[in-house]
């Protein structure tokens, strides 16, 4: 029940910025700016999908090899999927130079405004690149049953966030000072993630060499099934913004964008439950 009280207060907090600020920046910025925000949020969420669904399974392997006292084979398994992720890290970055090029295709937007989109979403996709590496010290903290550090690194996140779209936007910086505020809040709340994990796991030991099959083998196995899921709740809730600025406008992109982050506020209360029982399962399940 802590944790998930834990988890909600991240939630609600996030629901709150986007809630409050939204007038804020739209007045700053100007419908048809907050839509190419809006617009490239939903690509860089996508993005993150590249996960893979390997959180989820370091949270569940950590769990069971804890609990096991096998400290050795955890360490395997976070390393396996440190090593997969630094690839996939050059991916995005790839796929966000290729997005970025093109994306005048599905976004009309003035010459200005469309060169500050494209910086906007490669240094979105750096950030993605942090959340991806941390992740996995994120998917050891859950794993561990600490979600106060999870949602603790969320909460402050969202206030250097909140703090500092205000002040650049008052600065008079637009996509581009944005962009850069959320690698900044991505670097320093997954710093505070990784530093705990060692914190709380002090036997972890990290080996930076090509991980052996076996240990790539099952974190992939398992993590295939997380990925379906991820997949489709990410259509569901990101695509509808990609649709509105390709057959609309941007501008109308920002009406959608403050409806739907209501409800999707919502939504995520409700989903902040679920992470909570996985990492427990797997714990009884070894405790007997």
Known sequence: SRSIAWNWAATVSAFLLVFLLAPFIVARLGTVAYGAWAVLGSLTAFMTLLDLGMRG??????????????????????????WLRQWLGVVVIAVSLVVAASLHRFLALEPSLLVEARWALVLNALGVVVTLVGGVFGGVVAALNRYDTISGAAIIQTAIRAIGTVLLLRAGYSLIG???????AAV??????????FQFYPELHLSFRKPRWIA???????????????????????SPSLVVGATISAGAVALYAIANSLAEGVRQILATITPVFMPLASRLQVEG
């Open 178 to 184: 944005l962009a850069l505020l959320e690698v900044t």
């Open 216 to 238: 790539l083998k099952e974190v992939a196995g398992y993590s295939g099934y997380l990925v379906l899921f991820q997949a489709f709740g990410y259509l569901i809730a990101y």
């Open 57 to 82: 399974a370091v949270t569940r392997f950590v769990a069971r090899y804890h609990a096991a006292g096998d400290h050795e084979t955890a360490s395997a398994t976070v390393s396996a999927t440190l």
């Open 188 to 197: 320093v709340a997954n710093a505070f993630q990784i530093f705990r994990c």
